[in-house]
């Protein structure tokens, strides 16, 4: 006989809970993300960071992508939750991973003795942003049963595993290596150190630290089929995308700009990436159209 699984009143009370807390983050994560970023450079500038003029086009460009793309997938996320869609809690990974790296990189990157700011004053602002993309990642997490999430096709499973081994290969050889090597060579020359050291190893720290491992580990696991990996690559592939919006956005900014630092090339080869990943974020959470969770821990009761 099958067995059937009992859904009482308390765990529909607790469920209920957890999903609107969850979305009270994601909205209130949206609001905040997009506040920051038009108090910045976009928009309104009150918020000075300690950057050169040049670095400050890197800013710009990844507060536009906050403000175009970010906080609205965070927002349809919360919206998703809030509809019991099981795509929700899995789409709030990507936008709450990207807040994390972004403020991290925003709140200590700056050349704080060497150039005027005043981006110290809104340190509480971007930790509590901070906090509540780790809150809103971990209760995402936890809200997925991963096993009964679908796994990708033959075709889309190769081309995730080989777009992240391309993008690990090309922030390690093509964006940080040379960069690296010059500074260690002892008489540092690059516009890209000598204007914001800070800034260098700061970013260079995150992606050749994290970023770059974790893409390796995340294609590996695709590759071959790790139950490990299957709802790590949502994750990844979605906060790619994101992350490969907010580059793209900088490097263009830097182009209109005339940044000494910027390159068409590099610019183009950015809006490449980041048309690539949102290609394959859209593929990948199509997976997802169907809403029906299945009973058991961390999925929804059935519908």
Not at 121 to 149: S, T
Not at 158 to 177: K, P, W
Request: net charge neutral; glycine share 10%; aromatic share 10%.
């Amino acid at each position: 006989m099958r067995r059937e699984t009992r859904v009482t009143p308390s765990s529909r009370t607790r469920r209920s809970s957890r999903e609107w807390f969850l979305a009270g983050v994601l909205f209130t994560l949206a609001t905040g993300v997009a506040t920051m970023a038009l108090l910045g450079p976009l928009a309104l500038g009150w918020v000075d960071y300690h950057v050169v003029d040049d670095v400050e086009n890197q800013v710009v460009g990844g507060d536009l992508a906050a403000v175009a793309l970010v906080a609205p997938t965070c927002a349809l996320a919360g919206a998703l939750v809030l509809r019991g869609h099981r795509a929700g809690p899995v789409l709030a990974l990507a936008p709450t991973a990207f807040v994390m790296y972004l403020y991290t990189q925003l709140a200590i990157g700056g050349e704080f003795a060497a150039v005027s700011g005043n981006s110290e004053r809104a340190f509480p602002l971007m930790l509590a942003l901070f906090w509540l993309a780790g809150a809103g990642f971990v209760l995402a997490w936890r809200a997925v049963d991963a096993a009964a999430l679908p796994e990708p096709r033959d075709a889309l499973r190769r081309s995730i595993g080989g777009a992240l081994l391309l993008v690990a290969v090309f922030l390690t050889v093509g964006l940080h290596l040379r960069g690296v090597v010059d500074v260690l060579d002892g008489a540092p020359n690059g516009v890209e150190y000598t204007q914001g050291p800070t800034v260098f190893w700061v970013v260079k720290w995150m992606d050749l630290g994290l970023v770059v491992p974790l893409t390796l580990v995340t294609a590996v696991g695709v590759l071959r089929r790790a139950a490990w990996s299957r709802l790590l690559v949502y994750a990844v592939v979605g906060w790619a995308a994101l992350l490969g919006t907010a580059v793209a956005a900088m490097a263009l900014v830097m182009v209109t700009n005339d940044d000494p630092a910027a390159s068409p090339l590099l610019a183009g080869g950015f809006v490449g990436f980041a048309v690539v990943f949102l290609a394959l974020a859209g593929w990948l959470f199509r997976l997802l159209r169907d809403q029906t969770w299945p009973a058991g821990a961390g999925g929804h009761p059935p519908r």
